[in-house]
Structures are given as C-alpha cells and as structure tokens.
C-alpha cells in the first residue's frame, strides 16, 4: 500500500521590520494548513485487503520466477483445492483440511490474478473498514470455504484443481447487494453504511437486483463457453454462486454491531 500525505513545511520566522510603538501580530496570509483541504491518499486500503493481496501477489510470483515445474506442481497438488481428494479413494492427509482455504491464494496467471486484486480492492475495501480486520479474514476464509463445498458438490470426483481468490470475492458482493452499495464516508473511510438490508428489500432494489442478475449471467455465461481463445482454463461458475450466497446468507454472522460503534 503507498500511502502519499500532504506534507506541510512552516515557514521561518521573519524579522520584524514595524516602526516602534506597533504593537499587534504582524499582518501575514492565510495558514495553509487551516485554509487547504488535506488530500486523500492516492491508494488508501485498509491493511488486511493489502495484506491478502500481497500474499496473493508474492504466491504468484513465486511460483513463476522461483519454483521449477515440478516444485510448482507439488504445490499445486498440496495448495490447491481438488475435489476426488475426498472421494475415500485417497488417505486425508493435512492438505485435505488445509487446501479449502489454502486455494484461495494460488492463481491460473497474472491476468487472473490482476482482476482478483481489482474487485478484492473494489468490494473489500469497504466491507473490511465496515467490519474490521479480523471478522474481515474470518468472512474472506468463510466465504472462501463455501465456494470450495459449492464446486464439490457439483464435481464430487473432479480431478481439475480450483484456484483463486474470486469465489470469496463474490461473498464480497453477496455482502455488498445487502447494504444496495450504500457507502458512509463519515469516519474518512469508506465502508458500507447503513443497517443491512433485510432479503425482501434486496428483491426490492433495483440498484442490488440489477447488479446480481447481470453477475449471474456472465457467470454462467463464461462458465458454460470459452471466451478466451487458446485459453483450456474454465471459469468455475460453482464456486462463485457458493461464495455469492455465502456472502449474502452469511453476513448477520459477522457484521455485528458493537456498543458505541456507528451501524
């Protein structure tokens, strides 16, 4: 995170030059840093969404500058989420119970990654200032998790490793439709204002409807037809809608007010 903050030098003191007998403070413009608004950083994200996508970043690297392919293909075998490893065929070894939250960091390449990063900061910028760091990553590994369930559920013997961090994103926008994308910047930083919606008045907002259909749509859409030429690489819708619906039935569990704290 670079933070860039408006740095203010006084001015030495001046001699001074009134005749005697001129009592008063001396006549001088206006204080700068009274009269001139203090900038907002250029990028201002709370700690724990720079922290995920730090680690996001350096896992990614890694992998491409420092491991070699074999090394990278342990990794992914151990890191990544793959559903037949539960189908009894297999002995559950710690990466069984590990991968469902260890895939979240692991991407497909750099572009990938890069749209990850874009909507992890976009949605999860407010709702960690809304919520706090740790209920944050407990919600990112929660929503996480439910992504992982939802895409076994459909591919219980799969064998094709899930990656990446956009199904826990997509709980962000579940959490997102329950506030209509109302952001308070009261306190200096933005985060989802308001009291959460209940479900009837989502159905009912057409600012929440219309962003989850349109998600919907390019979801399945990209899910069932390849719009990547040369790209084997399939987008898995599953674990989207499981995030999505995490995110959306699973907030009242971690946006909890505290006393003396601003809904």
């Known amino acids: 995170m670079i933070r860039l903050d408006l740095l203010y030098i006084q001015p030495m003191s001046q001699p001074d030059d009134r005749p005697a007998g001129v009592t008063g403070a001396p006549e001088s413009g206006p204080d700068p840093a009274v009269t001139q608004p ?12 720079s922290g ?45 119970f590990t991968s469902p939250f260890t895939y979240t960091f692991l991407h497909g390449g750099f572009a990938h990654l890069a749209v990850n990063a874009i909507w992890l900061a976009a949605f999860g910028a407010p709702l960690a200032n809304r919520l706090g760091t740790l209920r ?55 985060a989802f204002g308001g009291s959460r919606l209940p479900f009837g008045a989502v159905l009912r907002s057409p600012a929440s409807m219309a962003f989850l259909s349109v998600w919907l749509v390019i979801n399945l859409v990209t899910g069932f037809i390849n719009i990547v030429p040369g790209n084997e690489d399939q987008i898995a819708w599953e674990a989207h809608i499981g995030g999505l619906l995490a995110g959306f039935f699973g907030l009242r569990f971690f946006d909890i007010r505290l006393p003396g704290r601003r809904p």
């Open 38 to 49: 203090r900038r907002e950083p250029v990028f201002n994200l709370p700690a724990s969404v």
């Open 52 to 96: 995920l996508i730090a680690v996001c970043v350096g896992v990614h690297l890694l992998r491409f500058y420092v491991l070699s392919i074999g090394q990278d293909m342990e990794l992914l075998v151990r890191a990544a989420f793959i559903p037949i490893r539960y189908s009894g065929q297999f002995d559950l070894e710690v990466w069984a």
């Open 136 to 190: 944050f990553l407990a919600f990112f590994a929660f929503t996480g998790l439910a992504a992982a369930f939802c895409f076994w559920a459909v591919h219980p013997l799969g064998q094709a490793p899930l990656v990446g961090a956009s199904g826990a994103i997509s709980g962000m926008m579940g959490a997102a439709a329950r506030f209509a994308f109302r952001i308070d910047r009261s306190s200096g930083r933005a």
